[in-house]
């Protein structure tokens, strides 16, 4: 198993919601061997000016799910899970409904960790994907 510990959906969901992730509606919904996906609803939190997805939140879900997957990886009584670097390609505007992202890993070192995150729309038409690479580093004492 890659993850540091069992994990499961209701125990992501009940972490603290005085963060970006929360505000955004972003709720995890499934936790499999090598993956994790999450959902963020298309509505008036997250949509740009022209009514469509904001690409930012689009960003926000991609970052949301893979840190969340790094923090899974690790000790968090030893160790962080940092972002370091972010890139998404928008492929295609959303208007409504949930975008559902799935984010597999491509690297899990000791030192880094990089992930890989699709976004779909209801239909299960790809809107974005995105690469994120997560620092991992010492908790500080």
Known sequence: MMWFKEFNVDELNSRPKNHIGALLGI????????????????????????GILHGGASVVLAETLGSIASYMCIDPEKYLAVG???????????KSGLVTGICKVIHRGGKTHIWDIKLYDDRGKMSCI????????????
């Open 130 to 141: 995105s690469r994120l690479t997560v620092a991992i580093i010492n908790k500080p004492q």
């Open 84 to 94: 370091l670097e972010v890139n998404a390609n928008h492929l295609r505007p959303v």
């Open 27 to 50: 709720e995890f919904t499934e936790i499999g061997e090598d993956f994790i996906k999450g959902t963020m609803p298309v509505d008036e939190r997250t949509h740009q000016p022209a």
